[in-house]
């Protein structure tokens, strides 16, 4: 079997809460009227967000109550950030607990899956930050192969992964001043850009990442992977009724990323790390004309692109 080197971070458990200040649950019920379609899986990620809220509420409280000298520095580098896995691991330790409470109550189902890994988190404290790094492919064993060692179901291991490394990538990141990025890796942590989004009277576009939910500015007409711009680079595909909401395709690269217009649903920029969770069929879409995700992709050659765009409506 396996071994892993066990580690020991703080483990102080924050207030359990599963309601936030109620801005995810107005997010929330923003999508629930916009896609009706996806109100059963909007229901069993709820209470999730809504933690995520919280939690990240709480971990910028705490920065800010405590000594500068009490909190582990957090690089400011982005590349350093990135070869760190660009996470707080104290936070995933912190957390793991709480996330388990709200995927129970999302995902009843396989709760006795949810139990056994709260077991096996209480028995290793380095057990959160492993599994937030072996998502993000930083650590070995792969999140598969551990999963089958201790006969958990590999497609819940993941989903647990995956939602507590967004969480410590999120919290990673709190308090760092605004960054640019020429192209879909994020400024931030190093991460990859997950959706794109335009906003405002001028349409400006944003780029966020997958990993810590920040955003950073990126040109309308560029393609985030390799830089082609031009016409009939970029191409949308949408559902029937639903241009607002599509998979972006650039006939260059190949490569995809998902979008949504904010303006025609009058929609908030903070909406996108919730409203990515409804638009896996863009996904299935774009892969069935053989484009690939750009938020798999390895990065492309590094370029400048940091003039300032026209805006286009």
């Known amino acids: 079997m396996t071994s892993r080197p066990t580690a020991t971070p703080e483990t102080a458990a924050p207030a359990a809460a599963s309601e936030g200040t109620g801005k995810t649950a107005r997010l929330i019920d923003i999508l629930r009227d916009a896609c009706p379609e996806?109100?059963?899986?909007?229901?069993?990620f709820s209470p999730v967000l809504c933690l995520r809220e919280t939690a990240l509420a709480q971990e910028a409280a705490r920065r800010a109550a405590a000594p500068a000298a009490e909190i582990p520095e957090t690089e400011t580098s982005a590349v350093a950030s990135a070869g760190k896995g660009g996470m707080d691991g104290e936070c995933a330790v912190r957390w793991a607990e709480p996330l388990l409470d709200a995927l129970k109550?999302?995902?009843?189902?396989?709760?006795?899956?949810?139990?056994?890994?709260?077991?096996?988190i209480r028995a290793d404290a380095g057990l959160p930050a492993y599994l937030c790094l072996a998502?993000?492919?930083?650590?070995r064993p792969a999140l598969s192969t551990w999963s089958k060692e201790h006969h958990l179901s590999a497609d819940a291991v993941n989903l647990f992964a995956e939602q507590l490394a967004r969480l410590a990538g999120a919290a990673a990141q709190l308090g760092l001043p605004e960054r640019e990025s020429g192209d879909a890796t994020c400024p931030y942590c190093g991460g990859r850009a997950e959706i794109s989004l335009i906003h405002g009277t001028d349409g400006r576009r944003y780029l966020q990442c997958g990993h810590c939910s920040r955003l950073?500015?990126?040109?309308?007409?560029?393609?985030p992977h390799c830089g082609a711009e031009g016409n009939g680079i970029l191409r949308h595909i949408f559902v029937d009724g639903q241009p607002d909401l599509r998979a972006v395709i650039c006939e260059t690269c190949r490569h995809y990323i998902l979008e949504a217009d904010l303006?025609?649903?009058?929609?908030?920029?903070?909406?996108?790390?919730v409203l990515s969770l409804v638009m896996g069929h863009l996904d299935a879409l774009a892969q069935e004309e053989g484009a690939s995700p750009l938020s798999l992709a390895r990065p492309a050659v590094a370029r400048a692109v940091s003039a300032p765009e026209e805006p286009v409506h």
Do not use: N, S, Y
Not at 216 to 223: D, E
């Open 38 to 44: 996806q109100r059963a899986l909007l229901d069993a």
């Open 263 to 273: 303006r025609p649903r009058d929609m908030p920029l903070e909406i996108g790390h």
């Open 105 to 120: 109550q999302g995902f009843p189902a396989v709760a006795p899956v949810w139990e056994q890994l709260r077991e096996a």
């Open 135 to 139: 998502r993000r492919g930083r650590k």
């Open 216 to 223: 950073w500015r990126f040109k309308r007409t560029l393609c």
